[in-house]
């Protein structure tokens, strides 16, 4: 069975006929080599979706991403990814971030992408490690762990610690989704409580800064 998956076909489906969709995709169609994965995405409005139903939503296009060379998610443009963001609700994120593995493999991709979105011209002779902890994870701690590295005007992503950090920011995944995709502020989130610094203040206020961060 073909299935179509363009944004016109995506977009007259309803949230329970577009996951069954892609439920039924078999990994192995060398037609997934095809899809356009921003296509897909276009057709995905977070605000036609309750919150279980935008988790299963992800769920799906992340499992047959993993069963299927030719379906990757990670070639999802930037401002596609940071519009669907932008239009999910608290509940919705939440939703998806309380799922193990879909949350891990969610985190792990926009992590990812911070290394390809840094500004190594901004950089300069800048080095540094910051650590990120997210909330809410399913470690012996509680903790999601990521660590940045920055030095030769470049930027390496680290699952764990495995050095001393100049800045250690702690904050809930769903803060940390709206402010990786530019639907936060730092500022804001650090006034609030949202977010928390320990080390060097002045050096994470600007992290950011060295990023190129999507607009929706």
Do not use: W
């Amino acid at each position: 069975m073909t299935i179509d998956l363009t944004t016109e076909a995506v977009a007259k489906l309803s949230p329970a006929e577009l996951i069954s969709t892609l439920k039924q995709v078999d990994p192995a169609d060398p037609a997934l080599a095809g899809v356009d994965i921003d296509a897909v995405a276009r057709g995905v409005d977070p605000k036609k979706l309750g919150k279980d139903e935008f988790a299963d939503l992800l769920s799906a296009l992340s499992d047959l991403a993993v069963a299927s060379t030719a379906f990757d998610l990670a070639a999802m443009d930037a401002q596609n990814f940071a519009r669907i963001i932008s239009r999910a609700s608290k509940d919705q994120i939440e939703t998806v971030t309380s799922r193990p593995g879909l949350r891990e493999r969610v985190l792990d991709e926009v992590f990812r992408r911070m290394e390809s979105h840094f500004r190594s011209d901004r950089a300069g002779a800048t080095r540094a490690v910051v650590h990120f902890r997210l909330t809410g994870g399913f470690g012996e701690d509680g903790y999601d762990r990521y660590e940045a590295v920055v030095e030769n005007a470049e930027c390496t992503i680290n699952k764990g610690e495995t050095r001393e950090p100049r800045a250690t920011v702690t904050l809930p995944p769903v803060e940390f989704l709206k402010l990786a995709t530019g639907n936060a502020s730092a500022p804001v989130l650090f006034m609030t409580g949202k977010l928390k610094v320990t080390g060097d203040l002045g050096f994470a206020a600007g992290f950011m800064s060295l990023f190129t961060i999507p607009k929706a």
